[in-house]
């Protein structure tokens, strides 16, 4: 294999994020840092990573998603940055935020500012190196507000203008940013979705996403047929949209 990637996981715990570095190994050595709140699910993932390709090197690091000195402070320690991955978040019910102010804060802070402030701190990073990529994971629920995840769907949104906002920055440099946009997933994160919703396999969509990464794409819709539904869905007039139990 070449030189180690340099690649560095924040949300390293997220289902489509692990299968995406399972894809990598299977291709290039890392030299990876997985980042997370988890130790123990941190662990399992470093040993499951480790076994599948053992010339790979990953350390772990804890932090708190939320404490912009401590993000700073973990990104000013990674060194070097080849690929970076931003994939953390949590799926807390509509109706939830509905009924508490708390959980809302929760939704918009783990959802959007966090991953705002580790693109923010890595971008900065990578603007300093002269090359990198930045991977975003933001969701086909930004795309268009609806009833049924309108808060999560608008941390998603935050992030998708901020990638633009990036993306716009380093136009024409060897710093380049992606933002995924995955559609409903087989996780743990929407396990009690299955009886409802459709999901698509993990291995699918992470397939999808690391043919993206590579090809450098800007906007990376998993599985792609989510491009041509959400176009649909931007695009409906509002009269016929507010009829829509969706």
């Known amino acids: 294999m070449n030189q180690s990637l340099r690649v560095l996981a924040i949300g390293a715990t997220s289902g489509i994020l692990q299968q995406c570095l399972r894809l ?6 890392i030299d990876g840092i997985l980042v997370g709140r988890d130790l123990r699910r941190l662990e399992q993932m470093a040993d499951d990573l480790r ?10 690091e804890i932090v708190d998603f939320l404490d912009h000195h401590a993000i700073e402070t973990l ?17 807390i019910d509509q109706l939830d935020c509905e009924q508490s102010l708390l959980r809302t804060q929760e939704s918009l802070s783990i959802n959007a500012l966090s ?4 693109c923010s701190a890595i971008a900065t990073r990578l603007e300093q190196q002269g090359h990198g990529q930045l991977v975003i994971f933001g969701s086909v629920a930004g795309d268009r507000g609806r009833r049924s995840n309108y808060v999560y769907g608008a941390s998603k949104a935050l992030l998708a203008r901020y990638a633009q906002g990036l993306q716009h920055k380093f136009a024409g440099s060897q710093v380049h940013v992606s933002l995924v946009k995955p559609g409903p997933t087989a996780t743990a994160m929407t396990a009690h979705l299955a009886a409802s919703t459709r999901l698509a396999p993990v291995d699918k969509v992470a397939a999808c996403i690391e043919r993206g990464v590579r090809a450098k794409k800007p906007v990376i819709y998993a599985p792609a047929i989510w491009a041509w539904i ?13 009829r829509m139990k969706i």
């Open 24 to 29: 990598r190994l299977q291709e290039e050595n």
């Open 51 to 60: 076994v599948r390709q053992p010339e790979s090197s990953w350390r772990i």
């Open 75 to 91: 990104i000013a320690r990674c060194g070097d940055i080849d690929l970076a991955y931003v994939a953390h978040g949590a799926l």
């Open 115 to 118: 991953p705002a402030l580790f």
């Open 230 to 242: 959400m176009l649909i869905i931007i695009h409906l007039p509002r009269q016929i949209f507010n």
